[in-house]
Nanobody, 117 residues
């Protein structure tokens, strides 16, 4: 069974940077979007960013626009989230999601990001 494995989370001071990675353990076909979501303690899951596999267009939540960058490496079957100028409000568990044209959706196990002020 294909799994998404996340890495790169951790503790960082406000203003610092982290890069999250999300790699598939196998081949996933018919992917149309790769996204990152996050969930802060006691809050619902929030969409952060998406990159489309067609033309590679990207979209960001207003709260992270200009600070976060999503990218992908097709050869490595991996999507990244570069997070710069981190704020305490970015503290959350970050999840990657790959959506396919078949309707199936894959989720990573989550990576904790903690930003200290």
């Amino acid at each position: 069974q294909v799994q998404l494995v996340e890495s790169g989370g951790g503790l960082v001071q406000a203003g610092g940077s982290l890069r999250l990675s999300c790699a598939a353990s196998g081949s996933i076909s018919s992917i149309y979007g790769m996204s990152w979501y996050r969930q802060a303690s006691g809050k619902g899951r929030e969409w952060v960013s998406t990159i489309n596999t067609g033309g590679g267009s990207t979209n960001y939540a207003d709260s992270v626009k200009g600070r976060f960058t999503i990218s992908r490496d097709n050869a490595k079957n991996t999507v990244y989230l570069q997070m710069n100028s981190l704020k305490s409000e970015d503290t959350a568990v970050y999840y990657c999601n790959w959506a396919t044209w078949t309707g199936r959706s894959y989720w990573g196990q989550g990576a904790q990001v903690t930003v200290s002020s």
